[in-house]
């Protein structure tokens, strides 16, 4: 089955910048639409932002729009979320999984979830 393994997160300023990417292994997630989730203690899975299977589809939390941006190279069998002006509140584990890019995210149609990656955003 599908495998993704998210990279990337790491400890930023406020208004920095950080490259979040989610790999995929055993099989080319070509055909994958795929989506970023964030999760902070004692809170569900919020949706951040999704990509559709070729690129042409994306959607973005409001929470996040303008400074957040989606992309993948299926070449590489990799989806990215480029993080800029990154405020306190983005602090969260950050994982990616496969599922439809609706314009809001749910974690109940997502599968193939990543073991996450750490983004703190504190000065």
């Not at 292994?25 to 795929?34: A, E, N």
């Not at 004692?42 to 400074?67: H, Q």
């Not at 890019?101 to 997502?110: A, G, N, P």
Request: charged share 20%.
């Amino acid at each position: 089955q599908l495998q993704l393994v998210e990279s990337g997160g790491g400890l930023v300023q406020p208004g920095g910048s950080l490259r979040l990417s989610c790999a995929a292994s055993r099989f080319t997630m070509d055909y994958y639409p795929i989506g970023w989730f964030r999760q902070v203690p004692g809170k569900g899975r919020e949706g951040v932002s999704c990509i559709g299977s070729s690129g042409r589809v994306t959607n973005y939390a409001d929470s996040v729009k303008g400074r957040f941006t989606i992309s993948r190279d299926n070449a590489k069998n990799t989806v990215y979320l480029h993080m800029n002006s990154l405020k306190p509140e983005d602090t969260a584990i950050y994982y990616c999984a496969a599922g439809p890019c609706l314009r809001i995210l749910t974690t109940d149609r997502y599968d193939y979830w990543g073991q996450g990656t750490q983004v703190t955003v504190s000065s």
